[in-house]
Every structure is written in structure tokens, then in C-alpha cells.
């Protein structure tokens, strides 16, 4: 094979190889699909129209806390738990995973 034939070869290979470096390292580095009620901080679902509508429904003494809606956004719906055993037991906790898990997480 001639050198030139073998530095087209290795081109044409280094930009075949190129777009699967390009994209995300590993899983984790990519947004997540769905929020999450034990990792996603309560400001991004604050944030999120649908997700807020949701809060909102489901568990409206601990929405209407200006607590939670000032401190609490530092915190995840799991670490505010502790402050609010009985709205966020672990069975509401799983019922507004399920919701959460009907819209997508926005960026």
C-alpha cells in the first residue's frame, strides 16, 4: 500500500471516529430524561412550570411554606423530608416520582 493510500485510509478514519468523541463521555453527563425526587433540587422544579403544577397539587401545606419556597430551593424534595416527614413520606415521595416522571426535565 502506498503512503498516500495509507495517510487517506487513517483520514478517513480519524473523521469517522471523530463524532463519538464529540458526544457525552459517559451516561451521567447526559441531562436527565425525567426529574428526580431524591436528586433534583427543588429550584429547578420551582422553576419548571409543569413540575411546579405538580408540587403544587400534591403537596400544598409544604408548596405554601415560604420556607420552602426560599430556603427549601437549595434542597432536594428528600433532604426537606426530614422537616416534613408526613407530606413527604416515602410513599408520597413515590407518587410524585411517578408524576415527575410523566413530563421531561428541561435544561
Known amino acids: 500500500m502506498s503512503k498516500s ?3 487517506l485510509v487513517l483520514a478517513v478514519l480519524v ?8 458526544g457525552p463521555a459517559s451516561a ?8 428526580s425526587a431524591t436528586t433534583t433540587l427543588v429550584a429547578k422544579l420551582l422553576d ?3 413540575a411546579n403544577a405538580i408540587l403544587k397539587r400534591m403537596i400544598p401545606t409544604v408548596y405554601a411554606n415560604e420556607m420552602f419556597q426560599s430556603a427549601g430551593r437549595e434542597l432536594t424534595l428528600k433532604a426537606i423530608q426530614q422537616y416534613e416527614p408526613e ?3 416515602d410513599a408520597n415521595l413515590a407518587k410524585i416520582q411517578a408524576e415527575l416522571d410523566k413530563i421531561p426535565a428541561k435544561n
Not at 469517522?16 to 468523541?21: E, F, I, L
Request: with cysteine; glycine share 0%; charged share 10%.
Open 5 to 7: 493510500l495509507r495517510v
Open 15 to 22: 473523521v469517522c471516529a471523530a463524532p463519538a468523541m464529540i
Open 28 to 35: 451521567a453527563d447526559a441531562a436527565p430524561a425525567h426529574y
Open 48 to 50: 419548571d412550570p409543569a
Open 87 to 89: 407530606a413527604l413520606s
